[in-house]
């Protein structure tokens, strides 16, 4: 079993930064795929970005492309999504997951994953 917590949402103004953390225990952390994903107020689940085990590959939805930087410390169990430049519509509870079962294009529908965190709040104003 594997828990996971995410840390660092709260309220921002549009054009500022947050940087959210997402800290894992229970067990090894590099052998998973790590994967943030966004639920905006009234839709759907989204893919926003992931990272392969040891940190050579990632990947980013458009939307998020030259803004949004996903990084993780294996020795400390954890990922992070630095957020810069932020707008409106990025508001949304942000989710951490971790992937080491599934093909990767199945991760990245959210429907599959092995783990989930419990998510933080990023509330951009305008």
């Known amino acids: 079993q594997v828990q996971l917590v995410e840390s660092g949402g709260g309220l921002v103004q549009a054009g500022g930064s947050l940087r959210l953390s997402c800290t894992g225990s229970?067990?090894?952390?590099?052998?998973?795929?790590m994967g943030w994903f966004r639920q905006p107020p009234g839709k759907d689940r989204e893919f926003v970005a992931d990272?392969?085990?040891?940190?050579?590959?990632?990947y980013y939805v458009d939307s998020v492309k030259g803004r949004f930087t996903i990084s993780r410390d294996n020795a400390k169990n954890t990922v992070y999504l630095q957020m810069n430049s932020l707008k409106p519509e990025d508001t949304a509870v942000y989710y951490c997951?971790?992937?080491?079962?599934?093909?990767?294009?199945?991760?990245?529908?959210?429907?599959?994953?092995?783990?989930w965190g419990k998510g933080t709040l990023v509330t951009v104003s305008s």
């Open positions: 997951a971790a992937n080491l079962d599934y093909s990767i294009s199945v991760f990245r529908t959210g429907r599959t994953v092995n783990y």
């Open positions: 229970g067990r090894t952390f590099t052998y998973f795929t």
């Open positions: 990272i392969n085990g040891n940190g050579g590959n990632t």
